[in-house]
């Protein structure tokens, strides 16, 4: 099977997928309710892909190829056409992508029975996978970017999914607004880019970036292509819509806001690596953010009661783990761990949706038997000693927890102890800002092992927390949720594999790195610097330190949390005091948005723009009516109804015709 | 003087004339059908005067045609004056104005 014919079906089966359960449904609305039949075409058209791409992986011969489809748009000197690229990092995030993807439309079956919006929540899904794929796969800024915008629709779409509440649909909008800001800078870095080549394919514009444009002019995209990333992978300062956009499905928040849609802005710079490495003055810029977007998520983590915002906020610390990586030259280990965290993190926000899905069932008992105060099922102080009734749930979530708390062994282990070990070697190497990246990582693993044990054990252990929990207890959820938990907690313990460290047998038997920044791989990296056989020790004094803190961190947090629950975050307050309040409200970035930009934009909006959209816009063409009224008033008389002035008329004009043809 | 043939289109114009005007300015559609049949026969006369002066006969052929022509006409005129006037009971030309805006 050819690969031109494949990448085809790869694309277009999603998008089959979204037309079937979203217009044909539209216009045969007696078809939404064939819940198993929508459920089987979305999710099909996920794996298909998956197995596609699978196939290609596994024949790929190391030259990347382009199928170029036809024409998009020729317009001067611009060409663009639709044309995508195989190659090996296009391979694994498209893997990632429709391989967690299928993993999540099969929960969704499950996660939104009975949902009367069911066949518009698969069309969504699978129009998502569409997009994103065309993001990772497109050989062209602006295929990219249409995948870009697409995702940004999608998460729109589903984010909003509940759209007859507002708050929902407000979530929706900010996260929308958020990302158009950062999209406005990757439109910016398109046309320099433009300008200074002439062209948008990668082909064009990563051969020898640093030969073929001025270093201002390379900084300059680097940084803008960077805001735009941080617009959609969540970072300082455009982060605050992903916490929100915890009102959507949970279906929802583990595929676009866990595993693949905020990942965009790390393939971006991945993808665009050359150019990255020769503007360092931006990498540092890239990881110093990272790094204090992945310290100040993980501390607003260890307050919020909010299930998901958790898993949020959490996400957000990640990705922070993420640009700390990219900042340091490490691309391919960002990579690695967009990977794992794909993993872990999806089995965490499924696993969360289960839990809510049982705690619902809990809530509607309630509320059944008259129980007046309103339950809510994300939240974890009405929760506890679930191990006893979801098992399959505590299990999945208690492996994943161990994953991205960085237990040794487990998945996140090996992507986070090679970041902190490439940002030490960074520093190591003489670039000092990576010693302060190097720290922060640390600090916010111990943090990342705290705030997740507390969120299992939260949840999980302990005794049950809600009204009547003697009675009434929710029960685990069917094989339609199970099996995706069990498939990504399992790939959360052995997916690390793939990234053993450079110290086990010379960095042979690390197989991301060969894939992805190998002889001819498209992840660029810094050049290697050779360096005395005592810091082989140092690698293994590093992995040590980082697997004490991990254990150290679960430890604790096991310890603080069994024994004394929730009493213990009071405990914390009173440690902490005012910062603790700091973090519990979020470092108060959205009230500081809202009072700085949002409430000013709505003033002269309603100020400036609305009057001018009731008396100018309205006016004119208001105006254009009346007068085509007043002229018709004007006209009028002549309709007199009478015979004979209308054969008055006939005569002038006859007498006008002869004297015309006498005298002319 | 000799009664040319001059005089015959003079008298055929004035008549034509009164006809029009006949239509253009009473009230009464009954007389309005009256201008109406003057026109037509001062269209005859005129038609007879050139077939004289010119020596063909087609002329005073013309004229039965619009003789016949006219009298189908006027009946079919009256007949819808007579319509008009069970619904409006009127014959005043000012008074049937329904397309009025």
Same mark, same amino acid.
């Given at each position: 099977?050819?690969?031109? %014919?494949?990448?085809? /079906?790869?694309?277009?089966?999603? @998008?089959? =997928?979204a $037309?079937?359960?979203? +217009? !044909?449904? *539209? %216009?045969?609305?007696? /078809?939404?309710?064939?819940?198993? @039949?929508? =459920?089987? $075409?979305?999710?099909? +058209? !996920?794996? *298909? ?8 992986f ?10 170029d489809?036809?024409?998009?748009m020729?317009?001067g000197?611009?060409?663009?056409s639709f ?19 299928g ?10 029975h ?11 899904l ?35 999914f509940?759209?007859?509440?507002l ?10 607004i ?29 051969a ?6 001025s ?11 960077f ?21 959507g ?10 595993a ?8 971006l ?24 977007t992945?310290?100040m ?14 898993l ?9 783990y993420?640009?700390?990586?990219a ?21 965490l ?11 619902h ?7 059944h ?7 809510d099922p ?13 098992p ?40 000092g800002?990576?010693?302060?990246v ?37 029960k685990?959820?069917?094989?339609t ?13 052995i997916?690390?594999?793939?990234g053993l460290?450079?110290?086990i ?9 060969h ?5 001819h ?31 150290a961190?679960?430890?604790?947090a ?21 910062l603790?309040?700091l ?9 500081l ?14 100020r400036g ?28 008389p ?6 004979q ?20 | 003087?000799?009664?040319t ?9 004035v008549?034509?004339?009164?006809g ?7 009230r009464?559609?009954i007389?309005i059908?009256m ?10 006369l005129?038609?007879?005067?050139f ?11 013309l ?9 189908a ?8 004056v ?19 805006y």
């Open positions: 099977m050819e690969p031109d %014919f494949l990448v085809r /079906l790869i694309l277009l089966l999603p @998008l089959a =997928g $037309i079937l359960n979203g +217009v !044909v449904t *539209l %216009f045969f609305p007696a /078809l939404r309710e064939r819940e198993g @039949l929508i =459920g089987a $075409i979305g999710t099909t +058209v !996920v794996v *298909l892909p998956f197995l596609f791409t699978l196939y290609l596994l024949t790929f011969d190391g030259e990347a190829h382009v199928a489809f036809y024409t998009w020729s317009a000197d611009l060409s663009v044309a995508y690229r195989i190659d090996q990092l296009s391979l694994l995030m498209s893997l990632v992508v429709t391989g967690v993807g993993l999540i439309h099969l929960y969704s079956i499950g996660y939104m009975g949902d009367s919006g069911y066949a518009r929540f698969f069309a969504y699978n129009l998502f996978i569409f997009a994103m794929l065309n993001l990772v796969l497109g050989n062209n800024l602006l295929v990219l970017f249409l995948g870009w915008e697409g995702v940004g629709l999608c998460s729109y779409l589903l984010i909003g509940w759209y007859t509440e708050k929902n649909s407000a979530a929706a909008s900010k996260a929308f958020m990302n158009r800001v950062g999209d406005f800078a990757f439109l910016m870095a398109m046309f320099l880019l433009y300008k200074a080549l002439g062209s948008l394919d990668f082909d064009v514009l990563l020898d970036p640093a030969g073929n444009l270093q201002s002019t390379l900084n300059w995209v680097v940084l803008l292509l805001i735009g990333a941080t617009g959609k992978s969540a970072q300082i300062p455009l982060f605050t819509w992903l916490p929100d956009a915890m009102a499905p949970t279906p929802v928040s583990a595929l676009i806001h866990a693949t849609m905020v990942t965009s802005g790390l393939y710079l991945a993808r665009l690596s050359p150019m990255v490495l020769s503007a360092p003055q931006v990498m540092v810029v890239i990881a110093v953010i990272g790094a204090l992945a310290l998520a993980a501390t607003i983590a260890i307050t919020q009661n909010d299930i998901k915002k958790v949020a906020y959490s996400t957000v610390s990640q990705l922070g993420m640009f700390m990586s900042g340091v030259g490490a691309f391919f280990v960002a990579i690695f761990h967009v990977m794992t965290h794909a993993f872990f993190k999806g089995c926000f499924l696993g969360s949706g289960s839990v809510i899905h049982g705690m069932e809990v809530e509607h008992e309630l509320e038997q008259g129980h007046k105060k309103h339950l994300q939240d974890m102080r009405t929760m506890g000693g679930l191990k006893k009734y979801m399959a749930t505590r299990m999945t979530f208690l492996l994943s927890t161990l994953a991205i708390a960085g237990i040794p062994l487990f998945a996140g282990f090996f992507s986070k102890d090679e970041i902190l070990f490439k940002a030490f070697e960074y520093g190591y190497n003489g670039n800002y990576a010693w302060f190097w720290i922060i990582g640390i600090l916010t693993a111990f943090l990342t092992a705290v705030y997740m044990t507390r969120c299992y054990v939260l949840t999980f252990e302990g005794e049950a927390r809600w009204p009547k929990a003697d009675k009434i207890h929710p685990e959820s069917p094989w949720m199970t099996t995706p938990l069990w498939v990504l907690g399992g790939l959360s313990v997916g690390g594999f793939v460290p450079g110290v047998a010379h960095g042979e038997w690390n197989w991301i790195h894939w992805l920044a190998g002889e791989g498209p992840v660029a990296e810094p050049l290697a610097v050779p360096h005395d056989p005592g810091f082989v020790a140092i690698e293994w004094g590093l992995i040590a330190l980082g697997s004490a803190i991990a254990l961190g679960v430890g604790l096991w310890r603080w949390y069994t024994t004394h629950g929730l009493a213990f975050d009071e405990r914390l307050r009173g440690i902490f005091g005012g603790y309040r973090w519990q409200g979020k470092y108060f970035v959205d009230e948005y809202d009072a700085t930009i949002v409430k000013p934009l709505i003033g002269s909006a309603e723009l609305a009057p001018f959209d009731e008396q100018v816009v309205d006016g004119t063409v208001n105006g254009v009516g009346n007068l085509t009224r007043g002229l018709s008033t004007l006209l009028r002549i309709q007199t109804g009478i015979v002035s209308y054969a008055v008329a006939i005569v002038f004009g006859v007498v006008l015709v002869i004297a015309l043809m006498l005298f002319l | 003087m000799e009664i043939l001059n005089w015959y289109l003079g008298l055929s114009a008549l034509f004339t009164i029009v005007l006949g239509v253009l300015l009473r009464n559609v007389v059908l201008s109406v049949e003057l026109m037509l026969n001062a269209v005859n005129t038609l007879v005067a077939s004289q002066a010119v020596g063909d006969v087609s002329g005073q052929v004229v039965f045609f619009v003789m016949s022509v006219a009298a006409e006027a009946a079919v005129g009256l007949a819808i007579i319509a008009i006037f069970r619904n409006k009971l009127t014959v005043d030309v000012t008074q049937i104005n329904l397309f009025k």
